[in-house]
């Protein structure tokens, strides 16, 4: 029989539903992960000189989760960002979607996948550390049609934490699956990202309107602050007059990422005072970059410390947001008898 992860209590939401909390471990990382929401509540890898630190934003029970909102940590879906004006049009009929975020729909709508208990699938500490999550959406769940069954698989092999989807409905609907880890590399005490250092493998970017919805063009990156070919410091960048830093208070913007791709990094994320570095290895054709903007230091998290506006970077390899209503972007569309899979790679290391 195959030995299965440790797990433990995580708590319980107001409504007296009860959390656990699985750990998978090896001798380079420690993951602790939620059956609510399929969040990551926490990572923890060494630095330079091999002491072991958070490096997420996240919190020690479900309740907190549950009081504070956001998307802390966890899986996204039914549809990753925004859909504008909450309405999806499929084959000539129109869908009315749950508005979450002004007029549009957010993270799949008001109760998106980052609000539900997932299942599990399996729990196993060999060979590989691996957890395995499944939830059924009901057709017309938040507003989207057809029965979805979505798989959710994190695995952990010696620097890598790989996270995998696979997705399939009983009508034509709209898809877009995610994670939304806030990362801190710096550990728990750190004062905020704005000194890491970040590489994207993107020659362009959606810009967006004033509500943060994809205006449909995809802009080069040469010339703005929203070019990271080569590495720069997020903090020399995001306070420049750029109308779209304007637009969501800082970055929180989709990157089009190359054709190769999981063959090479889609990001690499470095903080030079503790020698951590990340890696992001995807699938997905964009990486939504979010510098926690509207953190407001209304609560705290790991260690104690106080969450204000760039306490972490959420880094959301995805489809492109509002998909649906441009014809120009890759389709979102998923359709009975196929199968949407999605794979996200975080790779860790120190130097």
């Known amino acids: ?79 990753a960002n925004r859909i504008a004006g909450g309405s999806v049009t499929l ?52 507003g989207f049609p057809g029965e979805v069954i979505t798989r959710a698989t994190y695995q952990l092999e010696a620097d890598t934490l790989s996270l995998s989807f696979e997705a399939r409905t009983t009508k034509p609907t709209v898809i877009n699956l995610s994670a939304h880890p806030y990362f801190n590399l710096g550990g728990s005490g750190s004062l905020g990202v704005l000194r890491h250092e970040v590489t994207i493998a993107a020659e362009a970017f959606l810009p967006t309107d ?51 791709g999981a063959a090479s990094p889609a990001i690499r994320v470095r903080d030079p005072a503790s020698g951590r570095v990340l890696e992001i290895y995807t699938d997905q054709p964009g990486i939504q970059v979010y510098t926690a ?25 995805q489809d492109f947001p509002d998909a649906p209503h441009h014809p120009n972007f890759p389709s979102t569309v998923l359709r009975p008898g196929d199968i949407c899979r999605r794979t996200i790679r975080y790779q860790f290391a120190a130097e």
């Open 91 to 142: 084959d000539g009929q129109t869908y009315k979607l749950s508005k979450n975020n002004g007029d549009a729909t957010l993270h799949g709508g008001a109760v998106g996948f980052n609000r539900v208990f997932w299942t599990v699938a399996a729990a196993d500490a060999e060979p590989l550390p691996k957890l395995v999550l499944t939830h059924v959406s009901p057709d017309g769940d938040q």
């Open 210 to 260: 004033g509500a943060q919805i994809p205006t449909g063009e995809i802009r080069s990156v040469a010339g703005s602050p929203f070019d990271f070919r080569k590495p720069a410091l997020l903090g020399s960048r995001i306070r420049q007059p750029d109308p779209q830093l304007f637009h969501g208070l800082g970055y929180d913007h989709c990157f089009v990422l190359g054709t190769d």
């Open 1 to 79: 029989m195959t030995p299965v992860l440790p797990s433990e209590p995580f708590g319980q939401l107001p409504d007296g539903r009860a959390a656990t909390l699985f750990t998978l471990e090896n001798n380079r990382l420690r993951v602790r992960i939620t059956d609510f929401g399929g969040r990551m509540v926490s990572i923890e890898t060494p630095d330079r000189d091999g002491v072991r630190d958070h490096i997420l934003l996240g919190f020690g029970n479900v309740a907190a989760y549950s009081d504070y909102g956001g998307s802390f940590g966890c899986l996204l879906g039914r549809y």
């Open 293 to 317: 903007n509207k953190l407001s230091g209304a609560f705290a998290g790991h260690g104690g410390f106080i969450y204000r506006q760039s306490a972490g970077l959420a880094l959301e390899p």
